[in-house]
């Protein structure tokens, strides 16, 4: 297969974990003849002091023009310590996801036998938790009317009806292909948008007769993630919630170095980490690249390439297996591998043909 991949590396830890995504692509299309075209674009805070934006036309086109996108992370402290600038880099992920339309944001939280007794949680608490977080990603708070002055501030919760429709419709397709049960996540007690989601999912609810659906307050869904994990299949929820729920949730995996995530809607489809660009470690070459490759799995296997796809968790297992992992997995949070190295044992594994 040839597929055209557009690489943003974006920020902090990204071009780092970026590097080992394409390696780990490059292995794939080494092994099984593919030929995997690669071009470079920029994102984030590398944009904003490149170009003053942190989304440029060149990027948006590059993305348009390509199959999928692969991305890293964005954000700078330089930014996150200024409550008065006027441009942030995280825009640039905003930009990209309204520009390409990418409504639905794919989470999938599974834990790793070999990496129960590295979650906070209880290994019977989280051992088998395996469910997927459907989130809105174009709509809410993140994109609604704000206001900001030194004595107000507001952000809109908007969301109309052909939105909520769409993404739980993404919802019910993909419980339809798993373990058939959806959790709606709101808090219909309280927000009238809520209530809207509430009333969408009702009513289609009697579309999906083989589904079963049942409906939670965010509140107590963040709390019920904890306490029994396995409850879930597939949440869906709105941007905000899924945002933090997602996060809440990598604790269950035992690192948000972890967890990848698909955002696919209108145009090309963008596959990254949930992950955020962790300043502080760029350049030390301790980032655990494996939320990236598990990245780089969930865009091969949307294109079809199951086989693909397979190969690479499976090294990442291996990986884990062998403890071949960066400091946040290793015993006390160390580890003589780094982020370079554990790329290089993964690739050097899918072409070996050994997994
Ligand atoms: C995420 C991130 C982003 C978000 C930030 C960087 C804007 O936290 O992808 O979860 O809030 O969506
Ligand atoms: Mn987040």
């Not at 608490?125 to 709509?139: H, K, M, P, Q």
């Not at 904890?226 to 690192?255: H, K, M, R, W, Y």
């Not at 350049?283 to 655990?288: H, K, L, Q, V, W």
């Amino acid at each position: 297969m040839k597929l055209k991949i557009a690489v943003l590396p974006g920020d902090g830890i990204g071009p780092e974990i970026s590097r080992v995504g394409v390696e780990v692509m490059k292995a794939v299309a080494k092994r099984f003849d593919h030929q995997f075209e690669f071009e470079y674009g920029l994102a984030g805070a590398a944009a904003i002091r490149a170009t003053g934006n942190p989304f440029p036309e060149e990027t948006l086109s590059l993305c348009k023009n390509s199959d999928a996108v692969l991305f890293s992370a964005v954000g700078d402290p330089e930014y996150d310590n200024n409550p008065d600038a006027k441009v942030r880099p995280e825009q640039g992920l905003l930009a990209m996801r309204k520009q390409l339309g990418l409504f639905a944001n794919i989470r999938p939280i599974q834990t790793f036998p070999a990496l129960v007794d590295k979650s906070p949680l209880r290994a019977e608490i989280v051992r088998d938790a395996d469910f997927v977080c459907v989130r809105e990603l174009t709509g809410g708070m993140y994109f609604g009317e704000k206001f900001e002055s030194d004595d107000k501030a507001y952000d809109t919760n908007l969301y109309t009806r052909p939105e909520i429709e769409r993404i739980l419709r993404v919802a019910f397709e993909l419980a339809s292909r798993r373990r058939r049960h959806v959790t709606v996540v709101d808090k219909a007690n309280v927000l009238a948008s809520s209530r809207l989601w509430r009333k969408i999912a009702k009513e289609m609810e009697s579309e999906w007769q083989d589904v079963t659906t049942d409906y939670m307050f965010v509140d107590n869904a963040a709390m019920k993630m904890l306490q029994d994990p396995c409850f879930f299949d597939v949440i869906v929820t709105e941007n905000t919630f899924g945002d933090i729920l997602t996060d809440e949730a990598s604790v269950i995996s035992g690192s948000m170095g972890l967890l990848p995530s698909s955002s696919v809607g209108e145009s090309t489809p963008v596959f990254e980490p949930i992950h955020g660009s962790w300043p502080q470690a760029a350049g030390m070459d301790i980032a655990n690249p494996l939320a990236q490759i598990l990245s780089v799995a969930m865009l091969l296997e949307h294109f079809g390439l199951e086989e693909e796809g397979r190969t690479v968790r499976d090294a990442v297992d291996a990986s884990i297996r062998e403890r071949v992992v960066t400091p946040d997995l290793g015993e006390g949070g160390k580890s003589e591998f780094g982020t370079r190295a554990v790329g290089k044992w993964i690739s050097d594994l899918i072409c070996s043909d050994a997994v």
